[in-house]
Structures are given as C-alpha cells and as structure tokens.
C-alpha cells in the first residue's frame, strides 16, 4: 500500500489567483494522478503526473490552467491558475502501486475560490 | 464509455443490517477495485478483486465478481454507522481507472 499526503488540506483563495497543492507518497508508486471532484459527484481525471516530464492531460484540461509538476517518484504539484469560482472543488491526488495497480490515494484539498 | 455505474444511488439501513452495491460496467477489465470515501475526504482502498477471481473476502466485506454479465458487487455484513459513507467501484483496463458516481450508504444507528 501506500500513504499519501496533501497540502494545504484547504484554501480560500481570490479570484484570479494561483494555488500549488503538494502531494507526498511515502514510498515509490508507478503512476501518480490528480482528479477533480465536485461535490455529490464522481472523481474527474484531470492528468496523469509524469516522472520528469509533462503530464499528460485528458480532455478539457489544459496545462496553462493546471501546470503540473513530478521531479521524482514520490512528490508531484498540481497548480490551479487564474482561479475562477468554478474551479472551487475537491482536488485530489493519487498514486498506484503494486502488479496490479492498485490506486491510494491523498485526503484531498478542498479549494473555495470567491 | 467504461465508466462503472454503481446501484442503488442511495441506500439507507439500520446498524447490524447489511448493505449490498452493485456496480456495472461495459468491456473487458484487468480488476475492478471499489473504494470508501467520507464526506469530503480522500478516497480510501478497500478491496482489489482480479479479472480471474470470482469472490473476495476483507473482514466485513465480500466482493463479488461476474465478468460474463460484468458486473461486481460489494456487501458490507453487520453494518455499523461508521460504515455511512459514499461507495465508488473502478473498473481498471491497463493503466485506466474508470470511477462510476457512487453508492450514499448511510447507517442509521
């Protein structure tokens, strides 16, 4: 298994700004994702974090809005820019381990952008 | 679309039933896992079955799995009020996890 860590665990953050959330894993994982989720609703995959190059991104998201960072195998930032009230959501982070990947993931960041 | 559809919705009981999801999904998998998440917390793991296996055991858990009706389900025996939380499955094809919208379990002491 493995434990993963977010920070902040929350933020109120203006209209137009940035926020960098940071994800630790306490042990080396295959993949390390970030997903979006909006409350009641399923998890949204916003990329896949890529070990010492660009993420790749699905559908919808781009990587001037969300820039994302993997240095190593354990930490990788997600950064919301220019943040709009639709941004506000639980931004999560994860990794997958194991011959069968199986995926653990972060406690969340609950972002509020007024 | 891969997406795993869980069901019920909602479901409500009293401590010391059980509950039981279902989850469907659409094409071949590798595993299906399902997942526990809190209100507004992180995902947690809780049980990883593979594409060979039929049933699986995790304590109070038991998963299910039809791959010719493809199809999981998750029960939950004895249940407590601390088991009250939403209910995800993830249909996993290689490196693809594909989350349904989940199952509000709530246990009412």
């Known amino acids: 298994s493995a434990v993963i860590s977010q920070k902040p665990s929350r933020d109120i953050c203006q209209r137009g700004t940035s926020l960098t959330i940071q994800c630790q894993v306490d042990s080396q994982v295959t993949m390390m994702f970030w997903y979006r989720q909006q409350p009641g609703q399923s998890l949204t995959l916003i990329a896949t974090a890529n070990q010492g190059s660009e993420a790749t991104y699905e559908s919808g998201f781009v990587i001037d809005k969300f820039p994302i960072s993997r240095p190593n195998l354990t930490f990788s930032t997600l950064t919301v820019s220019n943040m709009s009230p639709e941004d506000s959501s639980i931004y999560l982070c994860?990794?997958?381990?194991?011959?069968?990947?199986?995926?653990?993931f972060g406690p969340g960041t609950r972002l509020t952008v007024t | 679309s891969q997406q795993g559809e869980e069901d019920p919705q909602a479901l409500s009981i009293q401590e010391g039933e059980n509950a039981t999801m279902n989850c469907s999904y659409k094409?071949?998998?590798?595993?299906l896992q399902w997942y526990r998440q809190n209100s507004g917390r992180g995902l947690v793991h809780l049980i990883l079955i593979r594409s060979n296996e039929r049933e699986k055991h995790s304590g109070r858990l038991r998963v299910t799995l039809d791959t010719s009706k493809k199809s999981s389900s998750l029960l939950i025996t004895a249940s407590r009020a601390a088991d009250t939380a939403s209910y995800f499955c993830a249909p996993v094809t290689g490196n693809q996890f594909y989350f349904g919208t989940g199952t509000s379990l709530t246990v009412i002491p």
């Open positions: 094409t071949s998998i590798n595993n």
């Open positions: 994860s990794g997958v381990t194991g011959g069968w990947n199986e995926q653990y």
